[in-house]
């Protein structure tokens, strides 16, 4: 990084690549106050903000590596600036400021992409993302009736930034990274062509730089800043983790599953603790430990299915019912956060009412993750579970650290994680028992070894289908994020919406060729179609998991690969073809590895599907054995049963790829 004065201001490049541009005449930094009104709905939020005032810092005074900004010469300076060898470091010298805008230098032909976990649209130029954890939203598409519907019912529609997962990190194809060190609420900005607008309801604590003479340099830069996860368990690749709620019914479905072909590596049982029934359908009781009515004799079962080489998992989150038993003894050691007066905060959530384990009291977490957890959880014999509703932190609780709970909002999902990483530790279970989570932000990737990709329609919608979990999974893979799945035929059925057997079909054949498959039951399992329930569609997805068990050899060097060298499993095409600018916007296809091109059909009644394959590359179609000179944009035959793909004609796997074609 270049740090260079002018006459007026100041300059700062990386690589000889104009980062910001600072004169009296052209400010790049404004500073000012804002009245936000920020609504929790259910982890849904309403947020509006009134500018009272927005100062441009036109005067910088420098001194060595130091600016002090102000408004005009002769002003006592508001913000100060220290430029180190890869980050720009701030300091607010006004206890007034709470709103920061920053302009990036920007060309006309960039693309840029992060920004967390993005589920619309993978390359971010051109619109505006608010980066808040909360829930994604219902359709996710203002013009769609079904987000008519959830915004009039329960304020739950969404739209096409919301997201569990946001990070205030981004990669431009000029080949560099940017990182904004906050846990504010913030807003990348990509509308204008000369420039990139971020803006933080706190001054950050600073920007840092990434530069690589490559795309991939940079994936490993930037999973080497935020964390790498280990290798993928073993168990992982003996087939699908199936996904059932039938109480003690689970298991004879599950051995009708596996009589029928498929391939199972675990049973994932959310209803483990037991159910409530709610207006929104069957609810879990969050009380995080078996329910032997429910479950009987769960733990000798759970004994039984480990022997057979099938592990059990189940469910948790940082909340604990107030008609349960680990209530009393969270409030009585003070474990929850608090409201205005000093008394438990106590959170609705549609018919039950819980309390909110404060994770930023030391003994709180420890408790968390040793009594619930680790006593109740891994010692009982789970070794996975979904771990939900980190974007659920009220923003109008106390916390035990005295920081403001919309400051700590965002950087909640990573103190979840890091409470559940906590607990496998302390049982030596890392890289044995596996946990996955649809929340993030900054840092998540160092705990949590498996994302998941939330709650998606039933449907194949543009916003909030079968599509957005490709987007989903390239857009944390390039920030860290090696591993990334989804709920097999979606999970949100409402207002008359339900998965068909074509859905449930075509996204069995997308999870085949992703790390983990992992089965859904969704909302409301008596009004959808179960993969056990049509001899069609189980006959399918035990084919499928057949062909991930046979993907195993390559997946597990793509595992390894993460490890040591943090590049996701699913991967952007631009990645390994970043000279062939038409890669750069494709969000509806993936690179499985290096060697293998993945392209889901994701709309409904399509037999056929048109690819761009990359240049410079013969890519082999797998069903046909068809062989297609790069840089071109093919149309196959797409049935059920046959997505397109197509391996590199020198693929080091090219015969395991081939073989495909007989199963």
């Known amino acids: 990084m270049k740090f260079e004065t002018t006459q007026d201001g100041f300059s700062i490049s990386l690589n000889g690549r104009s ?87 920007a060309e006309n032909d960039e693309h840029v992409w992060g920004g967390g976990e993005q589920m619309s649209y993978f390359d971010m130029r051109g619109r505006r993302f608010p980066l808040w954890t909360s829930e994604p939203g219902v359709g996710r598409d203002k013009t769609s009736e079904i987000t008519f519907k959830s915004d009039l019912k329960d304020k739950a529609g969404g739209d096409y930034y919301n997201t569990n997962y946001p990070q205030p990190t981004y990669i431009s194809s000029a080949c560099y990274a940017l990182h904004v060190e906050t846990t504010a609420y913030s807003v990348f900005d990509f509308r204008r062509k000369t420039f990139h607008e971020i803006e933080a309801w706190a001054v950050p ?212 994680a890091e409470v559940n990483a906590k607990a496998i530790a302390s049982r030596g279970k890392a890289g044995e028992a596996l946990f996955f989570m649809r929340a993030g932000f900054t840092g998540v990737q160092k705990h949590c070894p498996l994302l998941w990709g939330g709650d998606q329609s039933v449907d194949f919608s543009r916003h909030d289908g079968l599509v957005t979990v490709m987007c989903a999974a390239l857009s944390s893979g390039l920030l860290g994020n090696a591993y990334h799945h989804s709920d097999i035929g979606g999970y949100t059925s409402l207002f008359g919406n339900v998965r068909t057997p074509e859905l449930l079909m075509r996204w069995a054949e997308m999870a085949a060729f992703t790390p983990v498959m992992r089965s859904h039951e969704g909302n409301r399992p008596r009004d959808n179609i179960q993969i056990d329930q049509d001899p069609e569609v189980l006959a399918h997805f035990a084919r499928m998991t057949r062909i991930y068990v046979h993907l195993a050899p390559y997946l597990k060097t793509l595992s390894a690969e993460a490890a040591a060298r943090g590049l996701p499993v699913q991967r952007p095409l631009f990645l390994h073809h970043e000279h062939d600018p038409k890669t750069y916007a494709i969000q509806d296809a993936y690179l499985y590895g290096s060697e293998l091109l993945v392209a889901p059909v994701w709309h409904a009644a399509r037999e056929v599907r048109s690819v761009y394959l990359p240049e410079g590359v013969t890519w082999v179609h797998v069903w046909s054995g068809k062989e297609y000179a790069g840089g071109e944009e093919v149309t196959v035959p797409s049935p059920i049963g046959c997505p397109p793909v197509f391996y590199r004609m020198d693929a080091v796997f090219a015969e395991i790829f081939a073989a495909l074609k007989r199963m």
């Not at 849904?44 to 005074?61: G, K, P, T």
């Open 205 to 416: 604590d600073r920007i840092e730089l990434f530069a690589a003479p490559n795309f991939v340099e940079l994936v490993e830069a930037l999973s080497l800043r935020f964390g790498r996860q280990p290798e993928l368990p073993d168990w992982v690749y003996k087939g699908a983790i199936i996904g059932l709620k039938d109480g003690v019914n689970s298991f004879e479905r599950l051995e009708k599953m596996r009589n029928a072909g498929v391939q199972v590596s675990g049973l994932w049982c959310e209803d483990w603790v037991g159910l409530r029934q709610t207006s929104f359908g069957s609810r879990l009781f969050w009380d995080w430990q078996a329910n032997e009515e429910r479950y009987p004799g769960l733990r000798q079962r759970i004994a039984e299915l480990n022997e057979e080489g099938i592990r059990f998992l189940g469910y948790v989150n940082p909340y604990l019912c107030v008609d349960g038993s680990l209530f009393p003894e969270a409030e009585a050691a003070g474990y929850f956060a608090k409201d205005q007066l000093g008394r438990t905060a106590i959170v609705d959530f549609g018919e039950f009412d819980c309390g909110v384990v404060d994770f930023t009291n030391p003994e709180a977490a420890d408790w968390f993750a040793e009594e619930v957890i680790g006593r109740r959880m891994l010692d009982f014999g789970l070794t996975g579970w979904m771990a939900d509703f980190g974007e659920y932190l009220p923003i109008d609780v106390e916390l035990a650290n005295g920081i403001d709970a919309k400051l700590m909002h965002n950087a909640w999902p990573t103190l979840w």
């Open 19 to 105: 980062i910001l541009r600072h004169s009296a005449a052209a400010p790049c930094i404004f500073v000012g106050q804002g009245q936000e009104r920020m609504d929790m709905y259910r982890g849904n939020f309403e947020v509006e903000d009134y500018i009272v005032e927005r100062s441009a810092l036109r005067h910088a005074e420098v001194d060595g590596n130091t600016i002090s900004l102000s408004e005009a010469e002769g002003r006592s300076p508001r913000l100060e600036l220290t430029v180190s060898e890869t980050a720009v470091h701030f300091r607010s010298l006004d206890e007034t400021i709470n709103r920061f805008w920053i302009r990036i230098h």
